[in-house]
């Protein structure tokens, strides 16, 4: 079956500093690979989407890409700002009519520092 | 932008109690979803559910678990009997197709004691 692995459990960083978020994937289908945040108190509620490897999903400063010969994805921000503090979940998403099923990794709490 | 409603918040339950949780799905959403974390592991998938019928589910979907959503309204999970490892915040999703944006809800934590 399909399996994520997100090892950075927690990072922290100050502010403008550049945030780097590495995941793992393992599936035997061709992936859509995605990133969701969670603020404090909220749902997951998703950041990116990437459907094709090395292509780059972009939003809200964040890019997403992910390499097919690494099995890796990642996500970065060139300049992280506090209210970027949230959790990061990477996930693996297969589609089908009957409907979407995602695997999570298991989060990386981002807390930046003013 | 959209919104899953979930409620309530927090439960707490006596061990083989039976227990329900609701889920607002958004409004004009086709395909329903139920999630669950156990503090400080993955979410992991429980259940999805489309034209009345639940189309996957995964082996932490036990026998004691059932899902529905009885004529448009709320799309609930319920747990009879619950179990002490029942315990875990229960995240509710939908979409509105299979290939487009899951969106959740803010979890219902349950206790079970």
């Known amino acids: 079956g399909d399996s994520v692995t997100q090892k950075q459990g927690q990072v922290t960083l100050s502010e403008d500093d550049f945030l780097f978020i590495n995941c793992t994937y393992s599936?035997?289908?061709?992936?859509?690979l995605l990133w969701y945040v969670q603020y404090l108190g909220q749902g997951p509620q998703l950041l990116l989407k990437?459907?094709?490897?090395?292509n780059k999903g972009i939003s809200r400063g964040f890019e997403a890409t992910y390499d097919k010969g690494t099995t890796s994805f990642h996500l970065q921000k060139a300049s992280v700002q506090e209210s970027d503090s949230a959790v990061y979940f990477c996930?693996?998403?297969?589609?089908?009519?009957?409907?979407?099923?995602?695997?999570f990794g298991g989060g990386t709490r981002l807390t930046v520092r003013p | 932008g959209p919104k899953v409603l979930q409620i309530p918040s927090h439960q707490i339950i006596d061990m083989g109690q039976m227990v329900t949780l609701n889920c607002d799905p958004v409004?004009?959403?086709?395909?329903f979803y139920w999630y669950k974390q156990i503090l400080g592991q993955q979410m992991e998938f429980l259940v999805n559910?489309?034209?009345?019928?639940?189309?996957?589910k995964s082996k932490l979907f036990k026998d004691q678990f059932s899902v529905e959503r009885p004529d448009g309204s709320y799309f609930t999970l319920k747990i009879q009997p619950t179990a002490l490892e029942d315990s875990a915040v229960y995240f509710c999703?939908?979409?509105?197709?299979?290939?487009?944006?899951?969106?959740f809800g803010k979890g219902t934590r349950l206790t079970v004691v």
């Open positions: 999703a939908s979409s509105f197709g299979g290939f487009t944006e899951v969106f």
């Open positions: 599936t035997t289908t061709y992936p859509t």
């Open positions: 990437v459907t094709t490897a090395n």
């Open positions: 996930a693996l998403a297969r589609n089908n009519n009957a409907g979407a099923k995602l695997t």
């Open positions: 409004s004009n959403h086709l395909y």
């Open positions: 559910f489309y034209n009345g019928k639940v189309m996957e």
